[in-house]
């Protein structure tokens, strides 16, 4: 096995917006510091193809439907997960002396992305030019991490549409920036002992991204240093930034978990990693056809839960019925119904058909959800409920529930604002139920979500910008002609409550559908 090398220093240089474009156009700085060296032009952008769920990836070393941030989120709030410490956490604990330095044209990154008591010096810029001008004396510090995010070149493709002229030209502008800060480390004297990286969080289609089309998904990566070879970087996924850069300066970092810190040094960088990258294969989880056990039966709902906090039951038994008789179902198209739920049948919504709910309103104090997904491949993003027509956006108040291909999203709607909330689903699984639980606590604004009745991720927002939760009437699906749902979708045991359950009242709960 070849001989494993320490860095004394790493360099991230991310490209907002890049994606793998760069293949398209005049890079002469990128051409000639990797020439020699490993890159792909086909790594992977996380889903959703957005900067903070990336760039949270890269920094934090995991998949955005775990970590949970959005850019309004990091936004508003300071890093301060202990149990996701971004990159430069980890790297402090080993090395407390070492100067580490962000320098990013977005801001959000550097204050939501990064703990505030490192001591990592923190520049910011809306113009790369100038942020360049700030990154050169920085080097000259002798950084022990440097993290770069240029952002022009994604305002180029939001302005211009992504691969073209006007978009290439900024790609070819930045290149420049790179070269400079790629000879600032050779005046340094450190280029030797550095390893240096060139990235990109996503790509683009048209003027925007956020799916996963050929010019979005796909990134550049390019990695330096007196210990990589010349060839190709295997697989690749933006948050396995966070595991190049510890293992390049040799500090350890958790074994992969999906439901947590889940990056992966990707083979071609290091000889000695090669093979070690593991590829999750999902397997369906489907049930066998059981009765729904009559409510108030010894095996029946109510024997588990206090009846008295639900406030709608739909389980989809070939029909749209509230158990709980609290509001009577109007039926929107062609909501269809088979057999393999969990329990009876199941429903299918999207493109056929809705159900409303005009009686069901949530609680101010705080409400919970809890609902069997069929976890698929989605191109786009589903509505599975909510109470807030889309037109009335963001003046109305309310929330939804979306589903894509690996995680829920939750959106609250209140006073001209949102807070965005990612809920992950299993990677394992590639096409099943999984059960999900979100309990939103109104009086403390914390988020929390359960996936197959086990805590994962939670979130806070600003309660004084929600004033209620209550817009127009419930929908599971949408009937918003603003928001047709072209996908189908299926949901099982859908069940609404009152404030925010026990952990013994999930526990409960859990063991109903055992």
Same mark, same amino acid.
């Given at each position: 096995?070849?001989?494993?090398?320490?860095?004394?220093?790493?360099?991230?240089?991310?490209?907002?917006?890049?994606?793998?474009?760069?293949?398209?156009?005049?890079?002469?700085?990128?051409?000639?510091?990797?020439?020699? &060296?490993?890159?792909?032009?086909?790594?992977?952008?996380?889903?959703?193809?957005?900067?903070?769920?990336?760039?949270?990836?890269?920094?934090?070393?995991?998949?955005?439907?775990? +970590?949970?941030?959005?850019?309004?989120?990091?936004?508003?709030?300071?890093? *301060?997960?202990?149990?996701?410490?971004?990159?430069?956490?980890?790297?402090?604990?080993?090395?407390?002396?070492? &100067?580490?330095?962000?320098?990013?044209?977005?801001?959000?990154?550097? +204050?939501? @992305?990064?703990?505030?008591?490192?001591?990592?010096?923190?520049?910011?810029?809306?113009?790369?030019?100038?942020?360049?001008?700030?990154?050169?004396?920085?080097?000259? =510090?002798? #950084?022990?991490?440097?993290?770069?995010?240029?952002?022009?070149?994604?305002?180029?493709?939001?302005?211009?549409?992504?691969?073209?002229?006007?978009?290439?030209?900024?790609?070819?502008?930045?290149?420049?920036?790179?070269?400079?800060?790629?000879?600032?480390?050779?005046?340094?004297?450190?280029?030797?002992?550095? @390893?240096?990286?060139?990235?990109?969080?996503?790509?683009?289609?048209?003027?925007?991204?956020?799916?996963?089309?050929?010019?979005?998904? &796909?990134?550049?990566?390019?990695?330096?240093?007196?210990?990589?070879?010349?060839?190709?970087?295997?697989?690749?996924?933006?948050?396995?930034?966070?595991?190049?850069?510890?293992?390049?300066?040799?500090?350890?970092?958790?074994?992969?978990?999906?439901?947590?810190?889940?990056?992966?040094?990707?083979?071609?960088?290091?000889?000695?990693?090669?093979?070690?990258?593991?590829?999750?294969?999902?397997?369906?989880?489907?049930?066998?056809?059981?009765?729904?056990?009559? %409510?108030?039966?010894?095996?029946?709902?109510?024997?588990?839960?206090?009846?008295?906090?639900?406030? @709608?039951?739909?389980?989809?038994?070939?029909?749209?019925?509230?158990?709980?008789?609290?509001?009577?179902?109007?039926?929107?198209?062609?909501?269809?119904?088979?057999?393999?739920?969990?329990?009876?049948?199941?429903?299918?919504?999207?493109?056929?058909?809705?159900?409303?709910?005009?009686?069901?309103?949530?609680? *101010?104090?705080?409400?919970?959800?809890?609902?069997?997904?069929?976890?698929?491949?989605? =191109?786009?993003?589903?509505?599975?409920?909510?109470?807030?027509?889309?037109?009335?956006?963001?003046?109305?108040?309310?929330?939804?529930? @979306?589903?894509?291909?690996?995680?829920?999203?939750?959106?609250?709607?209140?006073?001209?604002?949102?807070?965005?909330?990612?809920?992950?689903?299993?990677?394992?699984?590639?096409?099943?139920?999984? +059960?999900?639980?979100?309990?939103? *606590?109104?009086?403390?604004?914390?988020?929390? +979500?359960?996936?197959?009745?086990? #805590?994962?991720?939670?979130?806070?927002?600003?309660?004084?910008?929600?004033?209620?939760?209550?817009?127009?009437?419930?929908?599971?699906?949408?009937?918003?002609?603003?928001?047709?749902?072209?996908?189908?979708?299926?949901?099982?045991?859908? %069940? %609404?409550?009152?404030?925010?359950?026990?952990?013994?009242?999930?526990?409960?709960?859990?063991?109903? &559908?055992?």
């Amino acid at each position: 096995m070849p001989e494993r090398i320490i860095y004394d220093y790493v360099a991230v240089i991310g490209v907002d917006g890049m994606g793998n474009f760069n293949k398209n156009t005049e890079t002469p700085n990128i051409d000639r510091i990797f020439k020699d &060296y490993a890159e792909t032009y086909y790594g992977y952008s996380m889903l959703p193809t957005i900067s903070a769920q990336n760039w949270g990836g890269m920094l934090l070393g995991a998949s955005p439907a775990v +970590h949970g941030l959005t850019n309004g989120y990091i936004s508003q709030f300071e890093h *301060d997960r202990e149990n996701l410490p971004s990159v430069f956490k980890r790297i402090r604990e080993v090395y407390p002396d070492a &100067y580490l330095a962000s320098f990013v044209n977005w801001n959000p990154i550097n +204050h939501g @992305l990064i703990e505030h008591n490192l001591g990592v010096e923190m520049g910011t810029n809306g113009n790369d030019s100038v942020l360049t001008d700030m990154i050169i004396p920085a080097v000259m =510090k002798k #950084p022990k991490f440097l993290f770069v995010q240029f952002d022009n070149v994604d305002g180029a493709g939001h302005k211009n549409d992504y691969g073209t002229e006007g978009h290439l030209k900024q790609i070819s502008i930045t290149d420049e920036y790179i070269g400079r800060i790629f000879e600032a480390y050779e005046k340094a004297g450190i280029l030797k002992d550095t @390893l240096f990286i060139v990235t990109a969080d996503h790509g683009g289609f048209n003027k925007g991204h956020g799916g996963f089309t050929v010019g979005e998904k &796909y990134v550049y990566l390019g990695a330096r240093g007196k210990g990589v070879k010349k060839g190709g970087i295997g697989f690749y996924r933006t948050k396995d930034i966070s595991s190049i850069v510890l293992y390049a300066l040799g500090v350890d970092y958790p074994e992969f978990d999906e439901f947590g810190y889940s990056s992966q040094v990707p083979d071609g960088i290091f000889p000695e990693t090669m093979g070690c990258y593991k590829l999750i294969e999902g397997e369906a989880n489907i049930p066998s056809p059981r009765p729904t056990p009559d %409510l108030y039966d010894e095996k029946g709902l109510y024997n588990f839960i206090n009846k008295d906090n639900l406030k @709608l039951g739909l389980f989809f038994n070939s029909n749209l019925d509230d158990v709980t008789g609290h509001s009577k179902a109007v039926e929107k198209g062609l909501v269809k119904f088979y057999n393999q739920g969990i329990y009876d049948s199941r429903a299918e919504f999207g493109a056929t058909g809705s159900a409303l709910y005009p009686e069901i309103k949530v609680s *101010d104090k705080g409400f919970t959800f809890a609902s069997w997904v069929w976890k698929q491949e989605i =191109k786009g993003i589903v509505p599975l409920f909510g109470n807030l027509d889309f037109t009335k956006r963001p003046e109305g108040a309310g929330f939804h529930i @979306l589903q894509r291909s690996e995680d829920v999203l939750i959106v609250l709607f209140g006073n001209n604002n949102q807070c965005e909330f990612m809920a992950p689903l299993p990677e394992a699984v590639s096409e099943g139920w999984v +059960h999900i639980m979100i309990s939103v *606590d109104a009086e403390k604004g914390t988020i929390q +979500h359960y996936l197959n009745f086990k #805590p994962t991720v939670s979130a806070k927002y600003n309660t004084e910008i929600y004033n209620n939760f209550n817009g127009d009437s419930f929908v599971v699906g949408s009937d918003r002609s603003e928001n047709k749902v072209k996908e189908l979708f299926y949901l099982d045991d859908l %069940l %609404l409550f009152d404030g925010v359950l026990s952990r013994d009242e999930i526990a409960k709960l859990a063991e109903y &559908y055992k």
